[in-house]
């Protein structure tokens, strides 16, 4: 097995070549593998034909399966969820704005798995932005401002009954269950320590943080507003770039990602499993 290095200047996303994914990988493998999505927060593994059940095979080695709510999984494979965008569809990409895997969740994921089977010709990269990074640039007045804030977390702009998803007019191939749960909330510190590091990262996104507990609407949207485009500068951005049967795993702990769309008239389809989160220490 061969780690690369990282070839962004966000710091994100090794290639890990020599390894055959179909076979159960040695333990002392996995603790590279591992040490590597930590230290990266994007793996990726080229030329890897997986089916469904090696690619389960391959989340077993990382930690327990997630929970996916909102999302129907395959009915054979509860833990797989397609990601599927056919040629006609109109509808806008899935997961096509910033954020970190359900991380409205008490225990949001550490992990999310994607394996590519359908790559369209053009467009349809994902994004991941290095959120540990952007905490480090900070100035030392903002780390002081922010250090004992927690933001709020919840579902409902895409997934409620009045969300995104329920009122979109365009047909989508996806599978989406919009629900009254999804007006839960859950607080998260916005500096968070990573459960395996310590390293400290900024644990907020567009998506599912709602506002900072404790705070006026106006004052909470502001300080929201210059942390997001702060954590949204190129020079965190890792553009990653697919071809078909590749794996690659991120960690939802130092990473925010989104799905760019740009491939109307061509077919995408991923199969996706969440690697559940640690307690926090
Ligand atoms: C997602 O999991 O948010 C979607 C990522 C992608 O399809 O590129």
Known sequence: ?????????????????????KKPIKNNLINKIRDAWIRYGVIIFPNQELDHEQLELFAQSFGCYGDEPFLIPMSEHPHIVKLHRKPHEQASPF????????????????????????????GGDTLFA??????????????????????????????????????????RTMKIHTSDEANQTFSHPIVKEHEETGRKTL?????YTINIENMPTTESDDLL????????????IYRHKWEPDMLIMWD?????????GGYDGYERLMHRITIAGLPSN
């Open 252 to 260: 939802n702990r130092t990473v925010i990602h989104m799905a760019e």
């Open 95 to 122: 997961g096509g704005a910033w954020h970190s895997d359900w991380s409205f969740q008490a225990i949001p994921p550490s992990g999310t798995i994607l394996h590519s089977k359908i790559i369209p010709p053009q």
């Open 1 to 21: 097995m061969k780690i690369n290095k990282p070839n962004s200047s966000a710091n994100l996303g090794v290639a890990v070549e020599n390894i055959d994914l």
């Open 203 to 207: 644990f907020i996104n567009p998506v």
């Open 225 to 236: 507003f210059k942390l997001f485009s702060h954590m949204g500068q190129e020079k965190y």
């Open 130 to 171: 290095n959120t540990a990074q952007a905490y480090d640039d900070l100035s030392t007045d903002m780390k002081n401002k922010i250090k004992d804030l927690k933001a709020v977390h919840s579902a409902k702009r895409p997934y409620a009954k009045d969300g995104f998803y329920a009122l979109e007019k365009e047909k």
